[in-house]
T-cell receptor, first 110, second 116 residues
Framework: GENVEQHPSTLSVQEGDSAVIKCTYS??????FPWYKQELGKGPQLIID?????GEKKDQRIAVTLNKTAKHFSLHITETQPEDSAVYFC?????????FGAGTRLTVKP | GAGVSQTPSNKVTEKGKYVELRCDPI?????LYWYRQSLGQGPEFLIY????????DSGLPNDRFFAVRPEGSVSTLKIQRTERGDSAVYLC??????????????FGPGTRLTVL
């Protein structure tokens, strides 16, 4: 089955700096890669996703890149703000089988 | 519109008791998923419904866990003879019928289950 590795487990940045979170996956059949943000006491919220026929996608301060050959994908947050502080999860999916990484706790210091 | 809702938000029970956790998906979403999230971990897949039927229950850890979705909307996750190791946040998600494998899932706030 699919196995998703996520790094780093914790990340601390200064407000205004960029943050990068990286994930690798094992199943080459996976074709959908969402990123979720989870705040304390809440369910994961989809922030951006990318499909396997696209190499990069951007939405304002958030971008995701996908390298299918190497089976890795990354989340980039620019101009970080304190409200970006949360736990971020990557996931890889084929059909209805979605596997999550272990999460990255991002702290943005004002 | 309304998102995925889950009740109760918190459930405390004693070892050996039976619990039911409820999920109301987004209206019109035919697919419904249950996940379990332990502290410091990502969501772990339990079961997936397409309509009323369980299309994939390979993530259920053992026969103490069971889920139903009798009318294709609301789902109930049932845990018998609870054990302390069942303590976790149980998340529900829903999506439109996946198209060509793409599967945008929307999560509820979860039910925090504590087994004493």
């Amino acid at each position: 089955g699919e196995n998703v590795e996520q790094h780093p487990s914790t990340l601390s940045v200064q407000e205004g700096d960029s943050a990068v979170i990286k994930c690798t996956y094992s199943d080459s059949a996976s074709n959908y890669f969402p990123w979720y943000k989870q705040e304390l006491g809440k369910g994961p919220q989809l922030i951006i996703d990318i499909r396997s026929n696209v190499g990069e996608k951007k939405d304002q301060r958030i971008a995701v890149t996908l390298n299918k050959t190497a089976k890795h994908f990354s989340l980039h947050i620019t101009e970080t703000q304190p409200e970006d502080s949360a736990v971020y999860f990557c996931a890889a999916s084929y059909n209805n089988d979605m596997r999550f990484g272990a999460g990255t706790r991002l702290t943005v210091k004002p | 519109g309304a998102g995925v809702s889950q009740t109760p938000s918190n459930k405390v029970t004693e070892k050996g008791k039976y619990v039911e956790l409820r999920c109301d998906p987004i209206s019109g979403h035919t697919a419904l998923y249950w996940y379990r999230q332990s502290l410091g971990q990502g969501p772990e897949f339990l079961i997936y419904f397409q309509g009323t039927g369980a299309a994939d229950d390979s993530g259920l850890p053992n026969d103490r866990f069971f889920a139903v979705r009798p009318e294709g909307s609301v789902s109930t996750l049932k845990i018998q003879r609870t054990e302390r190791g069942d303590s976790a946040v149980y998340l529900c998600a829903s999506s439109l019928t996946p198209l060509a494998g793409y599967n945008e899932q929307f999560f509820g706030p979860g039910t925090r289950l504590t087994v004493l």
